[in-house]
């Protein structure tokens, strides 16, 4: 797909992902806004800001661009508190993205800039039926790892036969003729793979015992229910979410060569505003404008600017100088992020494809493991790096709490049940817990209803000079789009105030 999209785009086949008008017009020249962090909401602030003639600034603690847009090669270097500094050892050529490794199609922002940059896209292979559920823990499918597509059908079977005798034995209370009735029981006969007699079989949908071939082939056996029950197999854990959940729906893309060829590509953009080593440590509304203090390798320094915007995320915030209000600070401080990590595991082979037919897409499992990811890229090359764990919450605080060696045995130990190759071909790890990770400190910003009124609608109006941007100030989190809609929606407010434009930027679209 690669070149395949661009090439269209380019060719005028197809339209560009078409994002909310940003019909700004140039105007004001020469108003200076420093901007905290180079992640891609900061940089896509600097970039759409030059573009209207102001003069940025962009002061970055690390010594990268990118932020959470980050994929990590040989070389690759992480800081996690308590667990100190460690780097990656991968192969060259081999890398794995330690944040964002899926575009969905209908992230127009997200498209929209990868056109922009020239970033080939290719497609993210998020759902895989020959990929596993594996539930440690009781009953007979416990212990076991079993293809998608025999869960999902035969779930689906047996639901739609409960369903299909119900309806037609009277037993649902509706407002139905018999014509209605006939309907839906053929839909639901053609939705489980039921048979005449409205039972669920095994059929061909959930695999082969024996796959056809010069003869006829064999279906495998159906799991009896209560099986799949018992052993957990219907849990949350194992919900169908890819096919289900808006964000992870096919299409899905990821960015030619890692993810953070998109934070390459707009970095190059706005080189010349980039500052890496310059970790801020004060944010001073003055009578003017802003004073912003930072450190560097050589001392502290300080510069002066007529705005800000800030884009550190708020668990980072909470711990610098400022003279924000009490209600600010209160935001600040009380914003929660969730805990969430990542284990990049290169092996010598790619025993997923070569053994078991597994190209690209997750595996799910009940343990810390959580997800095992398989690369969607390179097919059938020699070596690769799997994700070997991408957990959450509770499952994430506990491995995070391990050193890095532990971590890497625990993924080894835990995969080694799914893939029992992991014995004879791993070669390295590397991981990155993110809510340990220094200038980050979390994933992304959690919200419930209460405190997208109590955090998120007050940061959402600047503080004087200082305006907050970043996946948090968004109903995008977790997403890159965030990052670019916020960038987009400061640039707007910033732009209307001082070159009284007017012009409304749509906020909080989701
Ligand atoms: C595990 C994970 C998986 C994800 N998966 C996806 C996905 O599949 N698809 C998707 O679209 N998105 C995904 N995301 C979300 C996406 O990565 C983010 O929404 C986006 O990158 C956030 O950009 P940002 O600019 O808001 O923040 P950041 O990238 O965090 O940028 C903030 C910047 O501020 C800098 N900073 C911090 N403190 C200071 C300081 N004191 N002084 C100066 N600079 C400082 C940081 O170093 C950083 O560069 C994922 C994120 C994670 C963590």
Known sequence: MGGAYSS???????????VHPFDLHKGTEGKKVIILGAGLAGMTAAYELNKLGYECTILEARDRVGGRCWSIRGGSTNIETEHGAHTAAFDKGLYFNAGPSRIPHHHELSMHYCKE???????????????????????????KKIRKREIHNDVRG???????KAIDQGQIQMAMTKDDVEKIVHYLEAEGGLDRDKLYKASARRGYKVPPGVYEGEYSEAYPLMDILSSGLMEPDFYNVAEYTYELQMTMFQAVGGMDMIAKALGERVKPAVNLGAEVSSIKNTDTGVKVVYKTAAGEKEIEGDMCICTIPLPVLSYIDHNFSGTVTRAIDYATYNKTGKIGLQFKRRFWEEDERIYGGITHTNNELTQIFYPSNEYQSNKGVLIGYYNFGDKAERVGE?????????ALEKGAMIHPQYNNEFENSFSVTWHKTK??????????????????????????NVYFAGEHMTYLNAWMAGAFESARSVVAEIHTRVSGQNFKYPKTTG
Request: glycine share 8%; charged share 20%.
């Open 8 to 18: 269209l785009l380019a060719l005028d086949l197809i339209k560009a992902a078409p």
């Open 117 to 143: 940059f020239g970033v080939q896209l290719e497609v993210y292979n998020n759902i895989n039926e020959a990929a596993y559920y594996f539930s440690e823990g009781n009953g007979p499918l416990s212990g």
């Open 158 to 164: 047996y639901m739609t036969e409960l369903l299909a």
């Open 402 to 410: 391990l050193s890095y060696a532990e971590r890497e045995k625990l």
């Open 439 to 464: 200038y980050n400190m979390g994933g992304w910003a959690e919200y419930n209803s209460q405190t997208r009124e109590s955090i998120y609608k007050v940061l959402l109006e600047p503080e004087k």
